[in-house]
């Protein structure tokens, strides 16, 4: 098993995430303008230097229990725990809570106070959009998006209702932003077919040929509109709206009478004409419902203009700050003892950093943490060792393998382990200690277990480099209509049919988009069942109904490949190395499970097990994740 480095995140990559929730968490893009604007790269690290004297120490915090696991009578202690965090997330996680002190000092000095309440509040409005409770809400929230409701609250739902606290002034929505918006919205639409070419010498002869037969106006678009998604559909745009923002294609569109063609202006690089298709009238909305739209159109452009005026807040914010970074910086950590940064005067104490880092990412580093020593105690019980020259030669194979060579074919480590640590707070240390050391443990606890015979090396060559089957396929989705699309292609057998069946019932995509063209089978690809069928059949032949994951496939054999490579001997070397990776990757594998599974672990960081029912998660899964 090839243990994965864990991911560590840039904080602005994790909350570009966190704002791509769409209408549940809109607010949450306010956080990605904080990231950028108070990051000190952005900023060109610029900190300022706090004396030590001056500083107001925060009171030290309870960073929970002693030992947070027990790996078959061994503990893993919360200091291990917390400095194996610290290593892994707390730059990131000091970055934040830094923009969190700034935003809080901010609200402060402005008498502005943002309560538990407001929090509560807040996420049972955005829960009651979706028809959830609370509790729902929030467990599908740790569920789906692994994201902790203390997290939400304080780091999204907070930072929000702070910001547009702040900002109050720069969000007020005018008469006229809000006539706009119901305009946009429910206003008149014009449909228009469009031409856009880049020569206007072109277009202008096109446009010539459009006047004096309209009619043709579509054919003209589809032949030689150079916009592709508009030459596909004869030219046609969606509905065009007042107040989209294109001033010159609303313009014209809305002066032009249904079969009228426009003068040919210009946008960008393109020259366009447009023909009117037809007028829209308002959707005028019923009375009842009027209050409601304008309270949600006001609210979307709050919203808006919200993550407009965040950066400019944050940014003003972090000009005028004191910040001090001392965590990994020795010198600094000396003059100022136990403390993870200085923000205007306040020590942010490392205690902290470190109870709030294992919190967050305490259950997902002492996993890894277990895993680590099971696989020493598994080393020392069979006498084992990792050195120096075993970490260095797994460095140099993996680069290797990876394709990382010189030109006179040696391995290319130094690139090999730039692209590894591209991935900033990551480290070589790190690296070694979560990916190379314990591959290198694993493959010595398993290296009298893999085997290469001559039968993996037979299957190795025929699936690399032997005949392919090329079919069509049929994929369906149950079996009374297989048996109806198997009938109709036994009674009309021609591949024009079988093709023209695969794209009306095939519910696979690419078979279906590619009137059932396949990419060729080969042999020992683990899929037996069509292997078999495939490698049975003769040109011309159609298969028999296979039943295959719970859907029904029906093959037709278009003929065979010639084998890429007919000397075993050729390629003995290369399979060889290939087939013995993939063995020992899979004893690895095995061996990691078996440790698991015979150890006993006590994990007291473990979440407790509390999921929504199965009848209410189904009820809601779905709506909740379309709404990204």
Known sequence: MRFSLPTIPTLSGRLIILGSFGVIFGHAALVCAQ???????????????????????????????????????????????????????????????????????????????????????????????????????????????????????????????????????????????????????????????????????????????????????KTLARDHSEDPASASVEGLLPPIRKNMGDDDIEKVSFKLQPGEISNIFQIGEFYITLQCVRHFPPANPPAAQLTEIQNRIRSDIEEEKLRKSAEQTYVSLR??????????????????????????????????????????????????????????????????????????????YTAEFYGYVHSDGTPDIQRWIADVLSDEGKTVDMYIRDVIQPTVALKKLVANRVQVTEEDIQKGFEANFGTRAEVLAIVLSNQRTAQEVWEMARNRPTEQFFGELANQYSVEPSSRSNFGKVPPLRRHSGQPTLEKAAFGMKPGETSAIIEVGG???????????????????????E?????????????????????????QITNFLAPKKSRLGAVEKQATINEFKNSK
């Not at 020795?330 to 020590?347: F, M």
């Not at 104490?349 to 696989?375: A, H, Q, S």
């Open 35 to 217: 990231d950028e604007a108070l990051s000190p790269k952005s900023q060109g690290n610029r900190v300022q230097a706090t004396p030590a004297s001056s500083v107001k120490n925060v009171p030290q915090a309870d960073v929970g229990p002693a030992v947070v696991a027990t790996v078959n009578g061994q503990p893993i202690s919360l200091g291990e725990l917390a400095q194996q965090c610290i290593a892994r997330h707390g730059e990131e996680l000091l970055e934040n809570m830094v923009n969190r002190t700034l935003l809080l000092q901010a609200c402060q000095a402005r008498k502005i106070e943002v309560t538990k309440k407001d929090v509560d509040d807040e996420i049972a409005r955005t829960a009651s959009k979706f028809g959830l409770t609370v509790p729902m809400f929030l467990k599908l929230l740790q569920e789906e998006r692994n994201i902790a409701p203390e997290h939400y609250a304080t780091d999204i739902v907070w930072h929000m209702l702070s910001l547009r606290a702040l900002s109050k002034e720069a969000i007020m929505v005018s008469p006229q932003e809000l006539d706009h918006a119901f305009q946009r919205e429910f206003g008149p639409k014009v449909q228009v077919r469009m031409i856009a070419c880049k020569d206007m010498q072109k277009l202008t002869q096109l446009h010539k040929q459009a006047v004096a037969d309209p009619d043709m106006f």
């Open 319 to 396: 000009d005028n700050a004191q910040v001090l970074s001392v965590l990994g910086k020795p010198e600094l950590q000396q003059q100022y003892p136990g403390v993870a940064a200085v923000i205007n005067g306040q020590a942010l104490m490392m205690t902290v950093l470190e109870k709030e880092c294992v919190k967050r990412f305490g259950p997902t580093v002492l996993d890894n943490e277990i895993n680590m020593k099971l696989v020493e105690q598994a080393l020392a019980a069979d006498k084992l060792q990792v050195t120096q020259a075993d970490i260095d030669n797994e460095i140099r």
């Open 551 to 573: 859907q029904y496939v029906i093959l037709r054999c278009q003929g065979f490949t010639d084998p890429v490579v007919t000397d075993i001997n050729a390629v003995r070397v």
């Open 575 to 599: 399979l060889m190395s290939e087939i013995r990776e993939k063995k020992t990757r899979l004893e690895m594998d095995n061996a990691m499970s078996k440790l698991q599974a015979d150890a």
